[in-house]
């Protein structure tokens, strides 16, 4: 019986491990900031090879150029927000309270 009980011990063990992980990679911040960055670097773009018509219908102001910039910053800061405040695994304590 005692095998039987290390079993489980040891898939709990495992399932917590990838729940740890997937949690980790579905945090919000990583899908936010990635979706950000990678539609700053498209209007970053479309601001750079705006033509002096677009900047015209604009009045001067390269509109697509400063939001790329701004959505770039944006993702970048919820990705380093992520990298310096990561996530923590809940501990079983955590889990009975809930």
């Known amino acids: 019986m005692s095998d039987h009980t290390n079993s489980h011990v040891d898939e709990v063990k495992e399932l917590e491990a990838k729940s740890a992980t997937a949690a980790r990679l579905f945090d919000v911040r990583r899908i936010i900031g990635g979706l950000f960055v990678v539609y700053g670097i498209i209007v970053t773009i479309a601001?750079?090879?705006?033509?002096?018509?677009?900047?015209?219908?604009?009045?001067?102001?390269?509109?697509?150029l400063w939001a790329g910039i701004g959505m770039l910053a944006l993702g970048l800061f919820?990705?380093?927000w992520l990298k310096l405040r990561?996530?923590?695994p809940p501990t079983p304590d955590q889990d009975d309270a809930a």
């Open 86 to 88: 990561p996530t923590a």
């Open 78 to 80: 919820f990705l380093v």
């Open 47 to 64: 601001g750079i090879t705006a033509s002096d018509a677009d900047l015209k219908k604009a009045q001067d102001i390269n509109i697509n």
